[in-house]
């Protein structure tokens, strides 16, 4: 089975811009998390979207947002980019059924802002 | 504000040895917990995981522990080897959501 499969790998942009970040969960999950990951903060809860819709939402501005697909494929994005959002982004699939909520992580999209 | 970098707190042992791994969790509400390893440039990596039910789980090399008395989570790692070499995460959920601890490096020398 493969696992969970983030786009693109790296970013570089600049104050202002907007990004988008996919994720592709593990065949069958129907959750997705994003998570940001950085050396001051650590990783912190973005959001959770199940069946299309968002089910959590962590303490981040409006600028952050996210959707998913009825593939359970999802996109998060940001705008007007701060130098501060230059992070890891981490996307997580589940099943999220009552026998099993493991969290399975891609490999993350590296965002530089410059 | 300026970001200061977390400063991980290292644990360093030698091939062979039995690693101890240690996380306080806050939320005394949760009742799952997830250790996972990061190695450079990956995603954290899914290890072992506990429900607040139990007060240990084994796996292979690796052993969970829970003390909800004192909110302790650690994770043991027999026979450690230098692939165990990486940055190890508690994780404590609740609500689907889940908050990770600040994260031990671990490094393994031969």
């Known amino acids: 089975k493969a696992g969970v499969t983030q786009t693109p790998r790296y970013l570089i942009k600049t104050r202002g811009q907007q990004v988008t970040l996919s994720c592709s969960p593990i065949?069958?999950?129907?959750?997705v998390s994003w998570y940001q990951q950085t050396p001051g903060q650590g990783l912190q809860f973005l959001f959770e979207?199940?069946?299309?819709?968002?089910?959590n939402k962590g303490n981040f501005p409006g600028r952050f947002s996210g959707r998913q697909f009825s593939n359970s494929r999802s996109e998060m994005n940001v705008s007007t980019l701060e130098l501060g959002d230059s992070a890891l982004y981490l996307c997580?699939?589940?099943?999220?059924?009552?026998?099993?909520?493991?969290?399975?992580f891609g490999s993350g999209t590296q965002l530089s802002v410059l | 504000g300026e970001s200061v970098g977390l400063h991980l707190p290292t644990l360093s042992v030698q091939e062979g040895d039995n690693s101890i791994i240690n996380c306080a969790y806050s939320?005394?509400?949760?009742?799952?917990f997830i250790w996972y390893k990061q190695e450079s440039g990956k995603g954290p990596q899914f290890i072992i995981d506990?429900?607040?039910?139990?007060d240990k789980r084994q796996g292979q090399r690796v052993t969970v522990l829970l003390n909800k008395t004192v909110k302790h989570l650690s994770l043991q790692i027999a026979a450690t080897q230098p692939g165990d070499s990486a940055v190890y995460f508690c994780?404590?959920?609740?609500?689907?959501?889940?908050?990770f601890g600040k994260g031990t490096m671990l490094l393994v020398s031969p």
């Open positions: 997580a699939s589940s099943p999220r059924d009552s026998l099993n909520e493991k969290l399975f």
């Open positions: 065949s069958g999950h129907r959750s």
């Open positions: 979207y199940f069946s299309e819709t968002q089910r």
């Open positions: 939320n005394s509400a949760s009742d799952y």
């Open positions: 506990i429900r607040s039910n139990m």
């Open positions: 994780a404590e959920m609740e609500y689907s959501t889940l908050t």
